[in-house]
């Protein structure tokens, strides 16, 4: 049967651990159903939308184009997007039982100290208030490519591992229940037995 995130885990419980993985880092990271739609987000993920909605007609065919990579300790490619001007994002699907059930995207990150010039151009281009939009590049952390991997990887098996437990609960709710209802429906048996062989040993 399929799967959702949302059936498996504790949203409250998902979203204080982003935020205090964004405390500690400054990354954003947000996960997301099948349907791309936001399930839980980190302080700040609506930094990465602002970016990308200002990205010229002609930049933004970049969107579509992706690496995918194979960092030490996973199982399975990550996806790693370059925006536009250095700045870049990562993405990595969760599984369970050879399912996909959900995306966890990170970023956006610098791999180098930004450029000021191109994002001032680019604000008045598209004719943002420069002074704010240069504090929000100045917000985005610089981090290595090593660094971003091993923290996608980390999250990503740590939020498995959670949907993991999620899904043993849920059969083991499952499996209580049809036994229940198993002996409501024997209960109900005995009398009409008893009535049908009565005083039979």
């Not at 930049?59 to 194979?70: A, G, N, P, T, V």
Request: glycine share 6%; aromatic share 8%; with cysteine.
């Amino acid at each position: 049967m399929p799967y959702q995130f949302v059936d498996l885990i504790v949203i409250p419980d998902i979203q204080q651990i982003l935020t205090s993985f964004h405390s500690g880092s400054g990354i954003s990271t947000e996960i997301l159903n099948l349907d791309d739609q936001i399930v839980v987000s980190s302080p700040g993920s609506t930094i990465f939308d602002e970016y990308r909605n200002t990205i010229p007609p002609l930049k933004q065919k970049r969107w579509q184009d992706y690496q995918e990579i194979m960092p030490a300790g996973s199982e399975k490619p990550l996806r790693r997007f370059e925006l536009f001007n250095g700045l870049f994002c990562y993405g990595c699907t969760i599984r369970i039982e050879n399912q996909d059930i959900a995306l966890l995207s990170l970023g956006p990150v610098f791999h180098a100290q930004p450029d000021e010039n191109s994002f001032r151009l680019l604000a008045r281009e598209a004719g943002l208030d420069e002074s704010a939009y240069l504090e929000a590049v100045r917000a985005v952390p610089v981090v290595t490519k090593e660094q971003a991997e091993g923290y996608l990887v980390l999250l990503v098996q740590f939020f498995q591992q959670l949907a993991e437990k999620g899904l043993n609960e849920l059969v083991l709710i499952g499996a209580n229940t049809a036994a229940q209802e198993q002996l409501e429906k024997q209960k109900k048996i005995l009398p009409r037995t008893e009535k049908k062989y009565p005083g039979e040993k």
